[in-house]
Every structure is written in structure tokens, then in C-alpha cells.
């Protein structure tokens, strides 16, 4: 089956860092990939759609400076967390799937927690 | 707006009992639902789907779903739960013209089967 592989699986880190999250599509190409926030005991909470070679898509209240957002190829996109403080420390995850097949599930990867200082 | 629910936070089930785990959705059209499954800082891993055709449907580690219409619910089932199924599942929508669009989860409930 498909695998989306998302690295690094757990940062932790100063207050004031920049945090680069990386998530790649192995074995299919996806020009769409999602990016998700989840709480803890909570439901994940979808930040922005990632869509290969044009801007990100945020959902509202999600700071785009904040949060940027880069999917450069159809397999690979990142998503760095600028000048990270501790409020930002959360479980983020991504998600990636064929474009035009609604039927589809998505596939996630498992999640990068990161914990700020 | 649209919507899952999952009604319960958590459910508890002794090893070998039949477990449900409720899922109700309010949506205008004609969704495809999903269940996933997530384990201890893990991501979601896909349990089965209903797309059309026969309202039950059968997916991974012994996993199905009814989906009804008039009640607008989509149960996961297991005849028999195992210890290793405690986790936390999440119902989930997705519309057929939204191509490439995110899903709608439900907020989750945390199965916890005891031995």
C-alpha cells in the first residue's frame, strides 16, 4: 500500500527556533498533501492543503508566517514552524492521497511531536 | 455546516466481547465515510470505507462497518475485541466532488479493551 514518510518524528527544542517538518510520498505521486494539528485527546485539526508548485491553502486562524508551507515536487512537501514558542508545541501530522480520487483514503504519516522549551 | 459526531469519548470492552463504536455524520449529498485508527504517536492508519453498494462493509484486523442511511450513521464493529485494539478511532467524511480536499474527522473515541 501507499506510505507517506514524515520526518523527524520528534523535535524538541529552544523557544525562538525555526522547525523544519518533512513529509514524502514514497512510492505515488501527490500533488495534494495536508497538514494537521492535533491536541492532546483531540481531533486533528487541518491546518492547510499543500498543493505542488502553487500556494498553500490555510484554514482560518492559521498564520501563514507562522506556518509555512512548501511543496516544491510531487513527492516531498515541508512544513517549518518559524520561531517556534512553546504554544506551539502539538502532534503535527501529514496526509497525502491521489488527486481526483475522492474514494480514496488518505494516507498519513506518523506524526512529528514537537515540543518547544 | 457539516459534521461527524462520535458520541462517546470512550468506550471500554472486555477482551472477546463484540465492541461498537458509534459514528453519525450530518452532511447535505451523498458522502464517503472512513474510519481510521490511531495508535501512541502514530498517524492515522486507514480501517475500512463505505463508497456505495452494500451497507456493510469489512476491513483490516477483523473490522466492519454498517453504513445506514435514514439514521445517517456509520458503526465500526468488531464480533470479538482484542486487547491490541485499544487505540483511538476517527470517523471520518469525504464528498465526492471535492477532489483532492480534506476530510471531515469526528472528534474521536478512545477504545479500551481489557484483558
Known amino acids: 500500500g501507499a506510505v507517506v514518510s514524515q520526518h523527524p518524528s520528534r523535535v524538541i527544542c529552544k523557544s525562538g527556533t525555526s522547525v523544519k517538518i518533512e513529509c514524502r510520498s514514497l512510492?505515488?505521486?501527490?500533488?495534494?498533501m495536508f497538514w494537521y494539528r492535533q491536541f492532546p485527546k483531540q481531533s486533528l485539526m487541518l491546518m492547510a492543503t499543500?498543493?505542488?508548485?502553487?500556494?498553500?491553502?490555510?484554514e482560518q486562524g492559521v498564520e501563514k508566517d507562522k506556518f509555512l508551507i512548501n511543496h516544491a515536487s510531487l513527492t516531498l512537501s515541508t512544513l517549518t514552524v518559524t520561531s517556534a514558542h512553546p504554544e506551539d508545541s502539538s502532534f503535527y501530522i501529514c496526509?497525502?492521497?491521489?488527486?481526483?480520487?475522492?474514494?480514496?483514503?488518505?494516507?498519513f504519516g506518523d506524526g512529528t511531536r514537537l515540543s518547544i522549551l | 455546516a457539516q459534521s461527524v459526531a462520535q458520541p462517546e469519548d470512550q468506550v471500554n470492552v472486555a477482551e472477546g466481547n463484540p465492541l461498537t463504536v458509534k459514528c453519525t455524520y450530518s452532511v447535505s449529498g451523498n458522502p464517503y465515510l472512513f474510519w481510521y485508527v490511531q495508535y501512541p504517536n502514530r498517524g492515522l492508519q486507514f480501517l475500512l470505507k463505505y463508497i456505495t453498494g452494500d451497507n456493510l462493509v469489512k476491513g483490516s484486523y477483523g473490522f466492519e462497518a454498517e453504513f445506514n442511511k435514514s439514521q445517517t450513521s456509520f458503526h465500526l464493529k468488531k464480533p470479538s475485541a482484542l486487547v491490541s485494539d485499544s487505540a483511538l478511532y476517527f470517523c471520518?467524511?469525504?464528498?465526492?466532488?471535492?477532489?483532492?480536499?480534506?476530510?471531515?474527522f469526528g472528534p474521536g473515541t478512545r477504545l479500551s479493551v481489557l484483558p
Open positions: 496526509s497525502a492521497g491521489w488527486t481526483g480520487d475522492s474514494n480514496q483514503p488518505q494516507h
Open positions: 499543500s498543493n505542488e508548485g502553487s500556494k498553500a491553502t490555510y
Open positions: 512510492d505515488f505521486q501527490a500533488t495534494t
Open positions: 471520518a467524511v469525504r464528498f465526492p466532488d471535492n477532489y483532492g480536499q480534506n476530510f471531515v
